[in-house]
Nanobody
Framework: QVRLVESGGGSVQSGGSLRLSCAVSVDSTGTFCMAWLRQTPGKKREGVASIDTYEGTSYADSVRGRFTISLDGARNTLYLQMNSLKPEDTAMYYC?????????????????????????????WGQGTQVTVSS
């Protein structure tokens, strides 16, 4: 059974930073994909960042260079460090995970990948944590 509990959201001014955490209870002994997605009212969740079994990462173009996804050594806490936040980053942020196939992504440069995951890839979600960035 997968349980995902996000924390760390809040309100910051443009240019500020936040770190989101997600307590993950999923068997990560095999291959897996973990990701952060975000949602604004009236829109589907969109992929922000992902990390897989071998700690390969990928990012949305809009956050590359500002956000960093990471996983603790025990593989039970997923993080999203968000720097240089912009008002357009305002959204509800969700973590998600699935076992099996690696995260869908496409290479855009040397060791640089664009996230391709979609919300339909993930059967389980946390409750989300709100991030609000004011200008």
């Amino acid at each position: 059974q997968v349980r995902l509990v996000e924390s760390g959201g809040g309100s910051v001014q443009s240019g500020g930073s936040l770190r989101l955490s997600c307590a993950v209870s999923v068997d990560s002994t095999g291959t897996f994909c973990m990701a952060w997605l975000r949602q604004t009212p009236g829109k589907k969740r969109e992929g922000v960042a992902s990390i897989d079994t071998y700690e390969g990462t990928s990012y949305a173009d809009s956050v590359r260079g500002r956000f960093t996804i990471s996983l603790d050594g025990a593989r039970n806490t997923l993080y999203l460090q968000m720097n240089s936040l912009k008002p357009e980053d305002t959204a509800m942020y969700y973590c998600a995970a699935h076992r099996g196939p690696a995260c869908r992504r496409t290479r855009v440069g040397d060791n640089d990948y664009r996230i391709l995951v979609v919300e339909e890839d993930f059967p389980k979600w946390g409750q989300g944590t709100q991030v609000t960035v004011s200008s």
